[in-house]
């Protein structure tokens, strides 16, 4: 980048706030509905037991925010104002708050049998179980239901050591499975880890194969609309960065696993907490087939990125062109109730027979009602095809901002997961993929405008500095026009407070 690409970068960004700044917030899209009152304990109160009765919590915000009532895309606090949610319970409302179709199933089921332990059978499981295998591939037939992601991976891991006869389970950099148990060990995040909590034994974890701040990778590697621009030598047809990721996991059977013995592999089919990150093409299916030839089972944990949300196919793994041995999901299954599955073949699913294992609440008529409502809402509300088109069209006007802004490092997903990561700007484009993550103050001042203007959005990666937008399905073209709006301003008042030695 010579000289006057930087001072245009610098000042251009800065000269764009100053005739911009005087300007009123982005107008919410308008919508016909109304909150009710609210009744509940004050704030105040709330976070007083915050404080002295419940355990600590990540707080989002510098001033907590207390809500009160959701309606499809919105959500709303205790004095009424509303938001536009485009973050989802990270990506658990998938059909939208308090859809109607899911309230009125819930309330029919409620009036008819609300519990009964797993050791009876009710028609609602089946009706739901049936209806989920004509969403899976091959002979994932085999249906777990469980409460929530980390028991189903929890679950994944007792199944695949089962089966396999083996103890060694390996999973990415980067990666987050949950935190409980033995998903704790799993998950590779240091930001979830307790000095004095195990790290799981038997896990191993190989190289985050990030086209962006990895060794490897650039602009013809990612199965998406949008690339790095990071530049590589890769070709449409063969990735030369996932045969170097791919090498670097295999060295693990070299010098850290037993040969033949592995139990299992996991990875996220897009990498969620760790901000949106895509492998590069090719990977997952070549690590799918050393894994196998090596005694062990492939894991796909679709919590996040599954049921329709990334667009082009309902379940993400299929997008690398593999079909898993088992499939773990949570989250949008359930659209926020309590609720998550694990899939496998029969073959698989009878390892479990070899002793005791139970679930109280897995599979309950309540949860079966909700997730066979989820996915007919989503066939026939036509979620899968708008995550599709809305999530392109948000891509795009996402990186027209990225060529505006020096922040934006990399615009990167599919469908409606999509992240954007940002970084200490103006350097050199050659640095691009290595730059200095964007501080956390400077992220802080970014989140909390977005919340002052209305708009609520996640934060990923292993630096934190990874806007995550991974919003309830039924979001329209205004919603994402709202949402540009509002990270330009939020960026224009970043650039400002930056100037003024604020940040």
């Not at 590779?188 to 896990?203: E, H, L």
């Not at 359930?334 to 073949?345: C, D, E, K, R, S």
């Not at 599709?388 to 901002?401: A, P, R």
């Amino acid at each position: 980048m010579n000289s006057w690409s930087k001072f245009r970068g610098i000042y251009g960004e800065l000269i764009k706030h100053y005739t911009t700044s005087n300007q009123s917030f982005p107008e919410l899209p308008p919508i016909d509905f109304k909150p009710l009152p609210y009744k509940g304990p004050s704030y105040e109160k709330a976070q007083a037991m915050q404080l002295d009765n419940v355990f600590p919590q990540v707080q989002m915000y510098e001033k907590p925010l207390y809500l009160h009532e959701g309606k499809m895309q919105w959500l709303f606090d205790h004095q009424g104002k509303r938001y536009l949610d485009m973050f989802g319970g990270i990506a658990t409302v998938s059909v939208g708050h308090c859809h109607p179709r899911i309230n009125q199933a819930m309330a029919k089921q409620l009036s008819t049998l609300g519990h009964v332990s797993g050791v009876y059978q009710h028609p609602k499981m089946y009706e739901y179980v049936e209806k989920l295998m004509m969403k899976m591939p091959g002979d994932l037939k085999t249906v777990y239901l469980v409460n929530s992601g980390s028991e189903a991976n929890e679950l994944a891991i007792l199944l695949a050591r089962l089966h396999s006869g083996n103890q060694d389970i390996v999973s990415i950099e980067n990666c987050y499975h949950g935190v409980s148990g033995n998903v704790h060990g799993l998950t590779a995040q240091s930001a979830v880890k307790f000095n004095n909590q195990p790290t799981g034994s038997f896990v191993h974890h190989v190289m985050c194969p990030d086209v962006y701040r990895g060794i490897w990778g650039g602009n013809n590697c990612r199965d998406s609309p949008v690339q790095t621009h990071r530049c590589c030598e890769c070709k449409r047809d063969r990735c030369q960065a996932a045969d170097m990721y791919y090498e670097q996991l295999k060295n693990k059977f070299s010098y850290s696993l037993p040969r033949g013995k592995v139990a299992g592999f996991f990875a996220e089919s897009i990498q969620g907490v760790g901000g949106i990150v895509q492998f590069p093409k090719g990977y997952l299916k070549k690590v799918y087939d050393l894994i196998r030839a090596n005694g062990g089972l492939c894991v796909a944990d679709e919590v996040q990125t599954g049921f329709g949300r990334t667009g082009e196919h309902f379940w993400n793994f299929q997008s690398h062109g593999v079909t898993p041995d088992i499939v773990t999901m949570a989250k949008g299954i359930g659209n926020g109730f309590p609720m998550a599955a694990v899939v496998t073949t029969p073959t698989i699913a009878r390892s479990l027979n070899l002793a005791f294992h139970f679930n109280t609440f897995g599979g309950n008529p309540i949860a079966c009602t909700v997730g066979l409502t989820v996915l007919k809402i989503i066939e026939e509300e036509g979620l899968q095809q708008n995550s599709l088109k809305l999530g392109t069209y948000f891509l795009d006007k996402l990186c027209e901002m990225r060529r505006e802004w020096n922040i934006i490092g990399d615009v990167r997903g599919k469908g409606l997961m999509i992240g954007v990561e940002l970084i200490e700007g103006n350097q050199d484009d050659s640095d691009q993929g290595l730059s200095n993550p964007l501080n956390g103050r400077a992220i802080s001042h970014i989140k909390n405008n977005c919340l002052k203007m209305g708009l609520l959005i996640g934060i990923g990666g292993n630096k934190s500095n990874v806007l995550r937008f991974m919003p309830p399905m039924c979001v329209t073209k205004d919603d994402v026009n709202f949402t540009i709006a509002v990270l330009r301003r939020a960026m224009q008042n970043y650039y400002e407070a930056k100037h003024q030695n604020n940040l």
